[in-house]
């Protein structure tokens, strides 16, 4: 399902805008995924868009199984 999209004006330094378009960022895109990100750790929630396939920047170590150590290791119980 498509969301509606509402023209929004806004008050931006110059200069940022300039340095966002030599790098081809869309703002619009930009805003938007932000906005999306901010609200959702608002409400204690982790944003995931559908076109995001990065990785994450701070990720966690996988958990660890007791068959995960080595052989001459036992498993604490």
């Known amino acids: ?3 509606r ?3 929004l004006n806004l008050l931006v330094n ?3 805008i300039e340095r966002a378009r030599e790098r081809g ?6 805003l938007e995924i932000k ?3 901010h609200l959702a750790l608002i ?3 982790r944003y995931k868009s559908d076109g995001w396939t990065g990785r994450d920047l701070n990720p966690r170590p996988l958990p660890c199984e007791g068959s995960d150590l080595p052989a ?3 498993a604490l119980k």
């Open 35 to 37: 906005l999306e990100e």
């Open 72 to 74: 001459d290791l036992p």
């Open 14 to 16: 110059e200069d940022l």
């Open 43 to 45: 409400h204690g929630k």
């Open 5 to 7: 999209k509402k023209p």
């Open 1 to 3: 399902m498509r969301m």
């Open 25 to 30: 960022i869309n703002l619009s895109a930009f």
